[in-house]
């Protein structure tokens, strides 16, 4: 493996079956690996869209009453809407922690893409997060 | 021999179109090179495998199943920390962030007046303590950083998978609290 960029059409990305020798191959990775890009940019987005939703959703507690209730974990004296507060959050961190995970094995596939070392497939990420960043960053505002 | 079709290099992918893709291929056949002069010892796709997985260093080898399992736990807690680490930090900035400077200066509005703006920074000193100590943390979440990258680009689906699993397991962990405690109480964030 060459560990400087080059132009070629033939490359073997990621995985076996994967592997890449004509023109139009090369292309079809390109904006395989530019989808990939730009959603690697809009799952911050989807964190931040998730973490509205969950806000929104709960009723609003007081932050005083918040802190507390996590500090004293055993006495309530509203024990069943916090449990249903506290399931609600619990099930909204814990798809705020699946998305986590996706975003960091997309952004090391995307590194191990770049580490191809094909300028091609280069282009394709750096376009890629250019586009995803630029269509989520309004979006981001709007939540 | 179709093995060699792991290793990505341009000529050898006449081989590539054969029909075992799919049989993964044990790490001990990736240390003869393939074919023309390059002697390749990186795997260039995932594989699943756990023979003679070199592992960060030199000295660092797992050749049984065993010592893979303990290489998953442990790669499994570094990611955990790595992300516990990152929160750590962020918690400590916002606490030692006490002071606030507020820079008024003058800058021209519409219609000839002067308008007074107000700049508000927040930030440390230089020779504080909690800056020294945000710059060591630093240091050691970069330095963690890289190692996690250098043990995905092992390529190793069991180590991947450790990664992935330990930064989503830390994350869910470690961001527990803090979400409970920052993101209800700021709004404005």
Not at chain 1, 36 to 44: F, P, R, T
Request: net charge negative; with cysteine; charged share 10%.
């Amino acid at each position: 493996m060459e560990m400087h960029f080059i132009f070629s059409d033939k490359v073997v990305l990621l995985f076996d079956f994967w592997s890449v020798h004509s023109p139009a191959g090369m292309a079809l990775s390109v904006l395989v690996v530019l989808l990939l890009a730009v959603l690697y940019e809009s799952l911050k987005f989807g964190k931040a869209k998730l973490l509205h939703q969950a806000l929104e959703s709960m009723p609003t507690l007081t932050s005083q009453q918040l802190i507390e209730e996590t500090d004293q974990d055993s006495s309530s004296s509203e024990s069943l809407p916090v449990s249903s507060t506290r399931l609600r959050w619990f099930s909204y961190h814990f798809g705020q922690s699946l998305i986590h995970v996706a975003q960091v094995v997309i952004g090391y596939f995307m590194m191990l893409a770049v580490m191809s070392y094909n300028t091609w497939i280069f282009l394709g990420v750096v376009l890629g997060s250019a586009v995803g960043y630029y269509l989520a960053y309004p979006l981001l505002s709007l939540v | 021999m179709d093995h060699s079709h792991h290793m990505g290099m341009n000529h050898m992918d006449h081989n590539s179109t054969m029909a075992p893709h799919h049989h993964p291929t044990t790490s001990a056949s990736h240390s003869h090179g393939g074919g023309a002069g390059h002697m390749m010892m990186m795997h260039m796709t995932f594989y699943f495998g756990f023979k003679n997985v070199e592992l960060l260093f030199s000295g660092l080898v797992i050749n049984t199943a065993g010592e893979m399992a303990g290489a998953f736990v442990g790669v499994f807690l570094l990611a955990m920390f790595y992300e516990g680490l990152k929160i750590a930090r962020e918690s400590l900035l916002r606490k030692s962030q006490v002071s606030i400077r507020y820079n008024s200066m003058p800058v021209p509005g519409p219609n000839g007046t002067i308008l007074m703006e107000t700049h508000k920074t927040v930030g440390q000193q230089m020779l504080s303590f909690p800056h020294l100590l945000q710059t060591v943390l630093h240091i050691i979440q970069v330095v963690i950083s890289y190692f996690l990258m250098l043990i995905f680009m092992t390529y190793n689906g069991y180590l991947c998978i450790a990664v992935a699993a330990g930064a989503g397991m830390g994350y869910f962990l470690f961001s527990w609290k803090k979400a409970v405690v920052v993101d209800i109480t700021e709004h404005c964030h």
